[in-house]
């Protein structure tokens, strides 16, 4: 996950995978050297201008409400158990 320290949003989604049991990292652009550059290539790459920007197994799910979105939908889930990692997801 690329996030902001500071970002509320990033939070929830944090806050959702942690919920999950679901073991990720997080690269806090705002805190990391270079990470302006990271988050310029990174919307460059994406199109997409907001964070969280959540990726699954080199597949990107999106922001804060995407990240809602795939776990209600249960893509979440499938994305996840495609790359063997374990969760609690139902």
């Known amino acids: 996950?690329?996030?902001k320290?500071?970002?509320p949003y990033c939070d929830q989604a944090k806050k959702i995978f942690n919920a999950q049991g679901?073991?990720?990292?997080?690269?806090?652009?705002?805190?990391?050297?270079?990470?302006?550059e990271m988050a310029?290539?990174?919307?460059a790459a994406?199109?997409?201008r907001t964070?969280?920007?959540?990726?699954?197994?080199?597949?990107?799910?999106g922001g804060?409400?995407?990240t809602k979105a795939a776990l209600a939908s249960g893509n979440m889930k499938q994305l996840l158990d495609g790359c063997g990692v374990a969760n609690n997801i139902q």
Do not use: R, W
Request: proline content about 5%; aromatic content about 12%.
């Open 1 to 3: 996950m690329f996030s």
């Open 46 to 48: 994406t199109k997409q």
């Open 64 to 66: 804060c409400d995407d």
């Open 40 to 43: 310029t290539d990174l919307i």
């Open 5 to 7: 320290s500071y970002c």
């Open 22 to 36: 679901v073991a990720f990292t997080v690269i806090e652009l705002d805190v990391v050297p270079g990470g302006e």
């Open 51 to 61: 964070f969280p920007n959540t990726f699954i197994n080199k597949t990107q799910l």
